[in-house]
């Protein structure tokens, strides 16, 4: 009888079958930029690649871990990838702040509203793009006029005129008028270099940056150019993280703006002079070099409003002319001026003041009616595809640049006024002062600081008594959520507090709306009274009611020293942000939501870190699941998660059926989809749930940043299946007990990883990764990526496809 067959030996099992792929699990930080050991939760932890400004780290037992997979059967090896110095590191880079303004302008150029998915107005988006380009402008034109105010006025033409001004300062004494210097052509000529090295200042910050991240180009084959106008979303074009063209544009036309302005304010009293002097030779010149100076101005209208980003590739052409040319010509005719200037005139003398009221009047005006237009064309896009769920129902990107204008015309009127009232003994500025005040206009911006600040406390002090009504109402029911606890009604307090407190976050915008609007009037009121009266607030006010003419004078002077001490307070802040971690999480979330787009506006705002973390994350995820065949599940918190959903967005077809997304504390779409409804609304997010089928978000109803991506927090319609779960148990534990001896903490918006729900969803994430072939929500199964070249032709159709910014 033939021996009956045995079946195999279970341990002949293990050894035959081939171990299963390793599944790996990428931790992305979020604003308070964990270091490595925290974020695994080990203190022996190793670089894997990247380098000191960024990188990925293991713990040092798992380096080897593609070696043996065996040994990590049934868990993740966890690796950690850390920005946090892409946004931070020496306190120097503190100075970066003092470029607020320009950070908050390029906010407004992406948050436009989506408009209609189909069938969209691309003039309207243009048009949008346009007009916010041309607030970046304003506010760089801004900025370098209020150091010609500085430098060219206030000293090389007001206070070295007079012996009353440079006799306490022997600094200032070979301007004096009868020396070499003491012409006021050649002492503008001196002025002039201080304006014109703060322009040459900002080019090399801007282009010594553009190195490192525009110019960084992205991995090749990632993702696949979609034809113009499909509705794809606007993150996952091979373009977005690669603005090498745009910026190095707006670059030259900022650069050359910028020397234009310091040709123009040496150009325009020496040219005036000359008229009244009867010099027909000089006469001559002058009329040519103002030519010359309204042909740049034309020159760097054209570059501005030319052409804005190309997102549908990787656009690696660079326009020789705009760079090279206009900023080298903009800085020859600036020496041709200097020149112009220096010519001996022996009969001239300073007197008065240089015209800086009618530019910094036409600069503001300028700017309101630009941002009037803005708010046009943001109405007509959101009327198209209305969406309640966005910022001011679509104004947040022109409330925004007004915020923008704001901040640069309190801070570059404040430094003015500042050094006005140091020149003048540390008295602001009055009739009869050995210097003249600076322009009639920045005494009026500075009066209108305290009515503003009065307003922001008002406000203030409304949300707060909302806050506390809202507190008392969640308190009642918090005990019911927890069964089986005996209720404390101080543990109730606490709990509902944290709550109340995180849901100021979705009244943000109407705070917004309530200063830009205020804003906007008190601006408007501001400068009608410094062109109608043409005097400053106070002696504009002389003769009117006792009470009327006290208050204008008390916000005159108030106003004027409020500048100058916000000014230092504000960068003492910086610096401790970027030294101080419990510092940074105060201020980084506005900061890195700010840094967080690319320089499509300003190319003089701070570089975007993005464009180094998004492609560091998207080669990671392709070279580790191409080298190894593994499952990967990438878990971003907070602003992490934000750069994880843009990484995913990133990768071909066939890398990201092998990726999971987990996201928790996310500012998607509490933040994001609100303010950036282009590029986040529902339609983007919707579209990224297709694309990752495997997807799990995680909040808390006490967190003030995140919530879920998909649903309303209130929606008890959403499926079991979906992305969002919440909001999860804060604390886990609401009394003392076996379990919890010690009160739980309320965790807001950190150490998710404490709470059980994350190693649960990531598991069972990596699991369904691990199941049969999967078929995308659209029924189709995802194939492979075509190859990319490393410059793809331009496609058919427009350049900027709607959708774009512009």
């Given at each position: 009888m033939p021996d009956t067959p045995q079946p195999p030996h279970p341990l002949?099992?293990?050894?035959?079958?081939?171990?299963?792929?390793?599944?790996?699990?990428?931790?992305?930080?979020?604003?308070?930029?964990?270091?490595?050991?925290?974020?695994?939760?080990?203190?022996?932890?190793?670089?894997?690649?990247?380098?000191?400004?960024?990188?990925?780290?293991?713990?040092?037992?798992?380096?080897?871990?593609?070696?043996?997979?065996?040994?990590?059967?049934?868990?993740?090896?966890?690796?950690?990838?850390?920005?946090?110095?892409?946004?931070?590191?020496?306190?120097?880079?503190?100075?970066?702040?003092?470029?607020?303004?320009?950070?908050?302008?390029?906010?407004?150029?992406?948050?436009?509203?989506?408009?209609?998915?189909?069938?969209?107005?691309?003039?309207?988006?243009?048009?949008?793009?346009?007009?916010v380009r041309v607030l970046a402008l304003s506010l760089t034109l801004l900025l370098i006029a209020a150091a010609c105010e500085v430098a060219l006025d206030l000293l090389a033409w007001q206070c070295a005129g007079t012996r009353t001004c440079t006799g306490s300062r022997s600094w200032l004494g070979f301007l004096e008028p009868g020396g070499w210097w003491g012409q006021p052509g050649r002492r503008l000529v001196l002025g002039a270099l201080v304006p014109a090295a703060l322009t040459g200042l900002l080019w090399f910050l801007s282009n010594r940056t553009w190195s490192a991240y525009e110019s960084q180009p992205p991995p090749a084959g990632t993702a696949v150019p979609a034809p113009a106008g499909d509705g794809a979303p606007a993150l996952g074009r091979p373009g977005f993280w690669y603005g090498r063209r745009i910026v190095a544009r707006l670059r030259a036309a900022h650069t050359a703006a910028g020397l234009l302005t310091v040709a123009a304010a040496v150009a325009a009293p020496t040219a005036r002079y000359d008229r009244s002097a009867?010099?027909?030779?000089?006469?001559?010149?002058g009329w040519a070099v103002e030519i010359l100076l309204a042909?740049?101005?034309?020159?760097?209208?054209?570059?501005?409003?030319?052409?804005?980003?190309?997102?549908?590739?990787?656009?690696?052409?660079?326009?020789?002319?705009?760079?090279?040319?206009?900023?080298?010509?903009?800085?020859?005719?600036?020496?041709?001026?200097?020149?112009?200037?220096?010519?001996s005139r022996p009969g001239w003398t300073s007197t008065g003041r240089l015209p800086g009221d009618f530019v910094f009047g036409v600069l503001m005006l300028g700017?309101?009616?630009?941002?009037?237009?803005?708010?046009?064309?943001?109405?007509?896009?959101?009327?198209?595809?209305?969406?309640?769920?966005?910022?001011?129902?679509?104004?947040?990107?022109?409330?925004?640049?007004?915020?923008?204008?704001?901040?640069?015309?309190?801070?570059?009127?404040?430094?003015?006024?500042?050094?006005?009232?140091?020149?003048?003994?540390?008295?602001?500025?009055?009739?009869?002062?050995?210097?003249?005040?600076?322009?009639?206009?920045?005494?009026?911006?500075?009066?209108?600081?305290?009515?503003?600040?009065?307003?922001?406390?008002?406000?203030?002090?409304?949300?707060?008594?909302?806050?506390?009504?809202?507190?008392?109402?969640?308190?009642?029911?918090?005990?019911?959520?927890?069964?089986?606890?005996?209720?404390?009604?101080?543990?109730?307090?606490?709990?509902?507090?944290?709550?109340?407190?995180?849901?100021?976050?979705?009244?943000?915008?109407w705070f917004v709306a309530a200063v830009s609007g205020i804003t906007?009037?008190?601006?408007?009121?501001?400068?009608?009274?410094?062109?109608?009266?043409?005097?400053?607030?106070?002696?504009?006010?002389?003769?009117?009611?006792?009470?009327?003419?006290?208050?204008?004078?008390?916000?005159?002077?108030?106003?004027?020293?409020?500048?100058?001490?916000?000014?230092?307070?504000?960068?003492t802040w910086g610096r401790r942000a970027y030294r101080d971690p419990a510092a940074r999480r105060t201020i980084g979330v506005l900061w890195d939501v700010g840094t967080f787009w690319p320089r499509a506006a300003h190319p003089f705002a701070p570089p975007c870190y993005a464009e180094r973390a998004v492609p560091?994350?998207?080669?990671?995820?392709?070279?580790?699941?191409?080298?190894?065949?593994?499952?990967?599940?990438?878990?971003?918190?907070?602003?992490?998660?934000?750069?994880?959903?843009?990484?995913?967005w990133q990768l071909p077809p066939q890398v990201r059926r092998r990726v999971a997304l987990l996201t928790y504390g996310s500012p998607l779409r509490r933040l994001y989809g609100r303010w950036f409804p282009a590029y986040f609304g529902p339609g983007p997010l919707g579209a990224l749930h297709g694309d990752v089928d495997c997807w799990r978000n995680l909040w808390r109803a006490t967190d003030p940043i995140g919530g879920p991506v998909l649903h309303d927090p209130g929606d008890t319609t959403a499926p079991d299946g979906s992305v969002d779960r919440g909001p999860l148990a804060d604390p886990l534990a609401y009394g003392r007990s076996a379990r919890h001896p010690l009160p739980a903490p309320i965790l807001g918006h950190f150490d998710?990883?404490?709470?059980?729900?994350?190693?649960?969803?990531?598991?069972?994430?990596?699991?369904?990764?691990?199941?049969?072939?999967?078929?995308?929500?659209?029924?189709?199964?995802?194939?492979p990526a075509p190859r990319v070249s490393k410059e793809p032709a331009a496609p058919e159709g427009p350049e900027d496809p709607p959708g774009t910014a512009g």
């Open positions: 002949a099992l293990e050894l035959l079958t081939p171990p299963r792929p390793l599944a790996l699990e990428l931790r992305v930080h979020g604003v308070h930029g964990a270091p490595p050991d925290e974020l695994l939760g080990d203190p022996r932890t190793v670089r894997i690649t990247g380098d000191s400004t960024a990188a990925v780290f293991r713990r040092a037992a798992d380096a080897g871990a593609e070696a043996h997979p065996e040994w990590y059967a049934g868990r993740p090896v966890v690796e950690a990838y850390c920005w946090s110095r892409l946004t931070s590191g020496n306190g120097s880079r503190a100075l970066w702040l003092l470029l607020l303004p320009f950070m908050v302008v390029n906010l407004a150029h992406w948050a436009r509203p989506a408009g209609p998915a189909t069938g969209p107005a691309p003039r309207a988006v243009r048009t949008y793009g346009v007009l009867a010099a027909p030779v000089l006469d001559l010149i042909a740049g101005a034309v020159a760097v209208a054209w570059v501005v409003c030319r052409r804005g980003r190309t997102e549908v590739r990787p656009d690696h052409a660079l326009d020789r002319a705009a760079v090279t040319l206009l900023p080298g010509a903009a800085l020859a005719l600036l020496a041709a001026v200097l020149l112009y200037a220096g010519w700017q309101g009616c630009c941002v009037l237009l803005l708010a046009a064309v943001a109405a007509r896009l959101y009327r198209l595809a209305p969406d309640p769920a966005n910022a001011l129902h679509g104004l947040g990107g022109p409330a925004i640049a007004m915020l923008g204008c704001a901040l640069g015309g309190v801070m570059s009127g404040g430094v003015a006024q500042r050094v006005a009232d140091w020149l003048d003994g540390g008295t602001p500025a009055a009739a009869g002062a050995p210097v003249p005040a600076p322009p009639v206009l920045l005494s009026w911006q500075a009066a209108v600081l305290p009515p503003l600040l009065l307003v922001l406390a008002l406000l203030a002090a409304w949300f707060t008594v909302r806050t506390v009504r809202t507190r008392r109402r969640l308190a009642a029911p918090v005990a019911a959520e927890y069964p089986g606890e005996p209720p404390d009604e101080d543990r109730s307090r606490r709990i509902a507090g944290a709550r109340a407190a995180a849901a100021l976050t979705d009244s943000a915008p906007l009037l008190l601006g408007a009121g501001a400068l009608a009274g410094a062109w109608l009266s043409g005097r400053v607030p106070g002696d504009a006010a002389r003769g009117a009611h006792p009470l009327l003419a006290s208050a204008a004078r008390t916000a005159q002077d108030t106003g004027s020293w409020l500048i100058g001490l916000g000014i230092a307070a504000f960068v560091d994350l998207t080669w990671r995820m392709t070279g580790w699941t191409g080298s190894t065949g593994g499952r990967l599940v990438i878990s971003g918190h907070s602003q992490g998660s934000v750069l994880a959903a843009a990484a995913v998710y990883q404490a709470d059980p729900a994350f190693a649960a969803e990531r598991d069972a994430l990596l699991a369904r990764l691990a199941g049969p072939a999967r078929r995308s929500r659209s029924g189709t199964r995802a194939v």
